[in-house]
Every structure is written in structure tokens, then in C-alpha cells.
Nanobody, 126 residues
Framework: QVQLVESGGGLVQAGGSLRLSCVCS????????MAWFRQAPGKEREFVAV????????YYSDSVKGRFTISGDNAKNTMWLQMNTLKSEDTAVYYC???????????????????WGQGTQVTVSS
């Protein structure tokens, strides 16, 4: 079983930056993709960004493209999300997710992922 632990959330003013981290409990060759999702109060969970665990593929939602950067270090079992130029609409609980095996639908779908972290709160004040 893979456990994911997020950290780095907090309160920041609009225009500021935060860096989220996600650590996997153990290295596994079966993990191919790592992603970030977020869920704001009263809203559905939404895709933020995904990276291939070997760093080949990255993809962002339109709402964060150009402001957020996803990266990962397989050797350290760690993934990051650098968030710049934060907006109040970025306020949400951010979740780390890991996918093992082949893609069955879409990497932007939460149902595609096999393991989830507990989430870290990001609050952006305007």
C-alpha cells in the first residue's frame, strides 16, 4: 500500500506563492503518474496538474497554467507543486494522487488514481 503525505499549505495573500510537497511512503515501480487535485468548499474536486513519475509528461488545467509548476523526483519519492501569483479562487484543499498501471480513461479524472493523500489547506486572502 502506498501512502501519500502532503505538506506546505497555509495562508497567503493574493499574488503570493506557496510550494506544496507530496511524499510517497515507499518507492514503487508501478506508480506512473502523480497529480494534484483540489476541492473548494461547496465545489467538486477538480484536476490541477499531473506529471509522469519519470518526468516526461506534465499537464495543467487552464485555470493554473502559467502560474503553477508541477515537478517530481522519483529518487526522493517526492512531488512538488510550486504555486505563484495565487488568487482567491485558488483557495481549496489540495490533494496529492498517484496512479499505478495503465491509463483507462483520463489523467484529469480523479477516478483514474489509485492512492490519495489526506490533503493540505491553501487559503488565499484578497
Amino acid at each position: 500500500q502506498v501512502q501519500l503525505v502532503e505538506s506546505g499549505g497555509g495562508l497567503v495573500q493574493a499574488g503570493g506563492s506557496l510550494r506544496l510537497s507530496c511524499v510517497c511512503s515507499r518507492r514503487t515501480a508501478s506508480i506512473y503518474y502523480m497529480a494534484w487535485f483540489r476541492q473548494a468548499p461547496g465545489k467538486e474536486r477538480e484536476f490541477v496538474a499531473v506529471t509522469g513519475w519519470r518526468g516526461v509528461t506534465t499537464y495543467y488545467s487552464d485555470s493554473v497554467k502559467g502560474r503553477f509548476t508541477i515537478s517530481g523526483d522519483n529518487a526522493k519519492n517526492t512531488m512538488w507543486l510550486q504555486m505563484n501569483t495565487l488568487k482567491s479562487e485558488d483557495t481549496a484543499v489540495y490533494y496529492c494522487a498517484a496512479k499505478a498501471g495503465r491509463i483507462t480513461s483520463s489523467l484529469t479524472a480523479g477516478s483514474e488514481y489509485d492512492f490519495w493523500g489526506q490533503g493540505t489547506q491553501v487559503t488565499v486572502s484578497s
